[in-house]
């Protein structure tokens, strides 16, 4: 009884290894995913340079993976946004 036991407690065990390697990741992966073309191009929608502005507003949400709501303002929604900075030390991300 006891071997019988410990060999459905492996068992479980090993179920529940498997599930976590199976559904984790990609659970965490698809929290992260968002549309950056259409939220980019809503957030430049009013740009006076839309080219320039779709290409950085591009790179800072591959990077944080966040793009502010509306045309402008509202950064403190994606602090990594609000904070990326150019070489220069000027604000990127539109």
């Known amino acids: 009884m006891a071997k019988a036991t410990m060999v459905f407690g492996l068992l479980l ?3 529940v290894l ?3 390697t199976n559904i984790g990741p990609k659970a965490a992966k698809g929290d992260l995913e968002i ?3 259409a939220k980019c191009e809503y957030r430049c929608s009013e740009a006076s340079r839309h080219n320039m502005c779709i290409r950085a507003c591009n790179t800072c949400c591959d990077r944080c993976h966040c793009v502010p709501p509306g045309t402008s303002g509202h ?10 900075t150019t070489h220069g030390g000027r604000h ?3």
């Open 13 to 15: 065990l090993f179920l």
């Open 18 to 20: 498997e599930l976590n």
């Open 35 to 37: 549309d950056c073309g």
């Open 75 to 84: 950064e403190n929604v994606c602090p990594c946004y609000a904070n990326m």
């Open 92 to 94: 990127k991300c539109p």
